[in-house]
């Protein structure tokens, strides 16, 4: 195989991993998984959701926090390689329940993940974040339809996922 064929495929690992970083950071805040969620960031590395601060507390704060259910869905996903630093945008939006003064209404959020991801020791994890908001909306909740499903999701190490592979066999 000649480099040009050689550096493409690397180019294109590369990506697949970055990406997968993110889906592992997803699903980590989405079940509050702290090991999971710090397993896409580098050691030191910074998160800014608007104020800067170490990724392990995002993590340790999403973890033992108080809420009952996140949901992200990730879009438009940009990756500028250079070298063993990447610049990466990516689009998403979440939805989670809020509750206040006795009502509950569904948040919708949209933003953008804005980072430096960098390859050390041969793996690729988040070393600077800043969340950027793009627009935000309650929407109060009237009425939550029957039976929603027999599996619920859950948030932490109860979910079906974590057990996917013995339920599946």
């Not at 040009?4 to 998984?33: K, S």
């Not at 910074?46 to 999403?62: I, M, Q, S």
């Not at 973890?63 to 990756?79: D, E, P, S």
């Not at 070393?127 to 950027?132: N, P």
């Amino acid at each position: 195989m000649d480099d040009a064929t050689l550096n493409r495929l690397r180019e294109v690992a590369d990506r697949q991993e970055i990406h997968q970083t993110l889906m592992r950071y997803c699903r980590g805040v989405d079940r509050a998984d702290e090991d999971l969620i710090n397993s896409a960031f580098h050691p030191g590395a910074v998160d800014d959701h608007g104020t800067p601060r170490p990724a392990p507390e995002l993590a340790r704060g999403v973890a033992t926090g108080t809420q009952r259910q996140l949901m992200h869905f990730m879009g438009n996903v940009l990756i500028d390689l250079d070298g063993d630093t990447a610049f990466v945008e990516s689009y998403f939006i979440s939805f989670s329940p809020h509750d206040e003064n006795g009502v509950t209404s569904t948040r919708t959020r949209a933003g953008r993940y804005l980072d430096r991801f960098e390859r050390r020791d041969g793996a690729w994890k988040i070393a600077h974040r800043l969340v950027v908001d793009e627009w935000a909306r309650l929407d109060e909740l009237t009425k939550s339809p029957e039976g929603i499903g027999v599996h619920v999701g859950v948030r932490g190490p109860a979910d079906a996922v974590y057990h996917l592979r013995e339920r599946l066999r």
